[in-house]
């Protein structure tokens, strides 16, 4: 099992910055991706951004490239999500994933509010 906590979601203003952490633990060995999603009010969960654990390959959601950034600190299973130039429409609870073995497993989310 894999356990992951979210942290530093809250309020910003447009234009504003973030920064969501993400603690893996349990059997943290063997995951090989880990990333970030949202889902607003009636949407779907979408992707946001990923990262492979060994390589650092990163992928991001069109909607938010050049303004997020993914990074991992492998040593303390964790990984960050640095979000600037925030716009309303970023509103979301934000869930973390892992991927081991095949298997996905979820954070409970937390919840990020852009608005003036």
């Known amino acids: 099992q894999v356990q992951l906590v979210e942290s530093g979601g809250g309020l910003a203003q447009p234009g504003g910055s973030l920064s969501l952490t993400c603690a893996a633990s349990g059997s943290i060995f063997s995951i090989n991706r880990m990333g970030w999603y949202r889902q607003a009010p009636g949407k779907q969960r979408e992707l946001v951004a990923e990262?492979?654990?060994?390589?650092?390959?990163?992928n991001y959601a069109d909607s938010v490239k050049g303004r997020f950034t993914i990074s991992r600190d492998n040593a303390k299973s964790t990984v960050y999500l640095q979000m600037n130039s925030l716009k309303p429409e970023d509103t979301a609870v934000y869930y973390c994933?892992?991927?081991?073995?095949?298997?996905?497993?979820w954070g409970q989310g937390t919840q990020v509010t852009v608005s003036s």
């Open positions: 994933k892992a991927i081991r073995v095949g298997y996905a497993y």
């Open positions: 990262i492979i654990i060994s390589g650092g390959n990163t």
